[in-house]
């Protein structure tokens, strides 16, 4: 079993640990605890077990830290979305998808078999239709 290279000096461990405290994102916390965790000498089967990472995703974070100690396990996606339509088309989609069933929307077309619910694919079809916005992705 190869001996583990990944170990923090004391001043490494304070750094994670008052960077763990002073962040109110909870993903970034996660990140912090697991990496100084590991670099503390815990087993990946503790560090999984007390922060629910795999421990591929934990060597992600430990060679993301080794490279920029400061910025490494800062998260940097920008956050939100990308909005396609507007406060008042969205306004008008639930309320028209409130006063009509899939069937009444879409007849033959309604993807249930007896047109009461909607589906992602309902969806997307009626945004298209009434908006003239179409999703790249089911999951936008």
Known sequence: MAKRKFKLTEQERNQLL???TLSKDAATRTRYQAVRLYGEG???????????CSR?????????YLADPAQGLVDKRA??????QNKTQVEELYQKLHQYT????????ASTA???????????HVIQKWHGVEYRSRIS
């Open 79 to 84: 956050g939100g979305n990308s909005a396609k």
């Open 42 to 52: 815990y087993n990946e089967g503790e560090i999984e077990q007390i922060t629910g």
């Open 114 to 124: 007896d047109g009461q619910f909607r589906t992602l694919v309902d969806l997307a």
């Open 18 to 20: 008052q960077a763990y």
């Open 56 to 64: 591929a995703i934990l060597m992600e974070w430990c060679r993301a």
């Open 102 to 109: 899939p069937r009444e929307l879409f007849e033959p077309d």
